[in-house]
């Protein structure tokens, strides 16, 4: 099962992971699962709890590609999913634990943390006013994955103390990991270019706007490109804003 928050992210402390990263201190629960049988498995990337398994059989005929090059501005509008959360892109793949519908605490947690990590934030959250979450994941045609995850709370200082961890945590990770930001959404993120046990590796970069944090991970073989992270968690900022 596939690592969401690999870094410490909106974390309670900072721990090492099974791959390396020397601040990862939350890995998902739940991840990419099992999708239909007849189709081919894919690589997979992040710390892992279990063998990465094959993506839907059925690829999303249509949606926007969500590109380094691709249009912010085109987004006003398309955040239709939970929360106001992106459309998959065209020719995706859907992780099956795709809820499409609004989730509540314990599930949230459980989809983005490992058991041991969720007593811990689950209180963290409380405190910090959660309202609702979402999340999406899916397969890209090449074989890389990409995740958001949105979190929403009754108040900006909320989303505020929940982003300020983040940074924090990134900031605490060793090289060869790569602290990045983006003055476009005023975003923070770290490119781990250690390969995990599934042979990826992987960009992860958040933003908050007023009470919400949006979170974005992509896991590829490639080397770490934050190009496309960046304007993936750029569209899904700009589809909120018009959503407000």
């Given at each position: 099962?596939?690592t969401?928050?690999?870094?410490?992210?909106w974390?309670?402390?900072?721990?090492?992971?099974v791959?390396?990263?020397?601040?990862?201190?939350?890995?998902?629960?739940?991840?990419?699962?099992?999708?239909?049988?007849?189709?081919?498995?894919?690589?997979?990337?992040?710390?892992?709890?279990?063998?990465n398994?094959?993506?839907?059989?059925?690829?999303?005929?249509?949606?926007?590609?969500?590109?380094?090059?691709?249009?912010?501005?085109?987004?006003?509008?398309?955040?239709t999913?939970?929360?106001?959360?992106?459309?998959?892109?065209?020719?995706?793949?859907?992780?099956?634990?795709?809820?499409?519908?609004?989730?509540?605490?314990?599930?949230?947690?459980?989809?983005l943390?490992?058991?041991?990590?969720?007593?811990?934030?689950?209180?963290?959250?409380?405190?910090?006013?959660?309202?609702?979450?979402?999340?999406?994941?899916?397969?890209?045609?090449?074989?890389?994955?990409?995740?958001?995850?949105?979190?929403?709370?009754?108040?900006?200082?909320?989303?505020?103390?929940?982003?300020?961890?983040?940074?924090?945590?990134?900031?605490?990770?060793?090289?060869?990991?790569?602290?990045?930001?983006?003055?476009?959404?005023?975003?923070?993120?770290?490119?781990?270019?250690?390969?995990?046990?599934?042979?990826?590796?992987?960009?992860?970069?958040?933003?908050r706007?007023?009470?919400?944090?949006?979170d974005?991970?992509?896991?590829?073989?490639?080397?770490?490109?934050?190009?496309?992270?960046?304007?993936?968690?750029?569209?899904?900022?700009?589809?909120?804003?018009?959503?407000?």
């Amino acid at each position: 099962m596939r690592t969401v928050i690999v870094h410490g992210a909106w974390l309670v402390a900072v721990a090492a992971s099974v791959a390396g990263c020397s601040s990862a201190a939350a890995t998902s629960a739940s991840g990419s699962p099992t999708a239909s049988s007849s189709a081919t498995a894919q690589p997979s990337g992040a710390n892992t709890a279990a063998s990465n398994p094959s993506p839907a059989a059925t690829a999303i005929a249509s949606g926007p590609q969500y590109t380094a090059t691709a249009s912010a501005s085109a987004a006003s509008g398309v955040g239709t999913g939970p929360l106001g959360l992106l459309p998959l892109p065209s020719g995706a793949n859907a992780w099956t634990t795709n809820t499409n519908a609004p989730m509540g605490l314990d599930a949230f947690i459980n989809q983005l943390y490992a058991p041991n990590s969720q007593a811990g934030e689950q209180s963290l959250y409380t405190k910090r006013g959660f309202v609702s979450g979402a999340f999406e994941g899916w397969y890209n045609p090449d074989g890389s994955q990409q995740t958001i995850a949105i979190a929403r709370f009754a108040s900006a200082s909320g989303a505020t103390d929940a982003f300020s961890d983040l940074g924090a945590s990134f900031q605490q990770d060793p090289a060869p990991d790569k602290e990045f930001t983006d003055s476009a959404d005023g975003a923070v993120g770290l490119a781990d270019p250690t390969v995990d046990s599934e042979g990826d590796t992987d960009t992860d970069i958040a933003a908050r706007i007023g009470d919400y944090l949006v979170d974005v991970q992509e896991f590829s073989a490639a080397t770490p490109d934050p190009s496309a992270a960046k304007a993936l968690l750029l569209e899904q900022v700009e589809a909120l804003k018009g959503d407000s």
